[in-house]
C-alpha cells in the first residue's frame, strides 16, 4: 500500500544521499513529516540555504560563501604560497585542515580522470591547476588523492604532465586500505602521511 505519494516521493529523494538505504530513507521521511518540532520546515530552509548560499572558490574549488571572490584559504596571505595540494573533493580539503599537517594552498580536482565513467582529463579542474602552476610558480605538488585505480591513473597523469619542469610532485604515504579515502582517513593518520609523502 502507497501510504502517500508525498512521502514516498521525499523517501526516494532521502534514498539518493551516500549511505542511506531504501529502508533508512523511508524511516527517515516519516520522521520529517511526524516530528512535532518543525523539524521538515528546518530542513527545508537549510536546504534553500545552502542552495543559494554555498559556492565553490574558482581558484581552489573548496566550499565557500556566494558573493566572495575567492575562499577564505585562497585569500589568506599567511599561508605557504610554495606548496599545492591536490584532492579529489573539496570536502577532502576541511579533512586535511583538521589533521593540521598543511598550511599551503589546495586545489580540488572535483573527480578523476576514469574512463569507465566516460570522465577524461579535460573533464575535471585539470586545466584549472596546470595554470595555477604557470601563474602561481609553486615548488610542490602534493597529490593527495584517495587509493584506487582511477586516483592512481589521476596520479600518473598529473606526475607525467609536470616532468621535466622543475616542480616536485608527490603523493601522499598512506596507511590506508586500498578502496578507500581522504574523507576516512583520521587526522593523525592523515598528518603522519603528509609528513612521509613520497616523490612520483
Ligand atoms: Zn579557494
Redesign the pocket.
Known sequence: VKASEYLERLADSLAKLPGVGKRSAERMAYRLVSEPHGLLAELAQALQEAGAQVRF?P????I?TAGEA??R??ADAGRDQDVVCVVEDPIDILTIEKSGGFHGR?HALMGKISPMQGSGPDDIRLHILFERIEREHFKEIILALNTNVESDATAAYIGEALKNRGIRVSRLAFGLPVGSGIAYADPLTLARALKGRQEV
Not at 581558484?59 to 573548496?62: D, E, H, I
Open positions: 572558490c581558484q581552489c574549488g573548496c565557500m575567492l575562499c584559504l585562497c589546495y
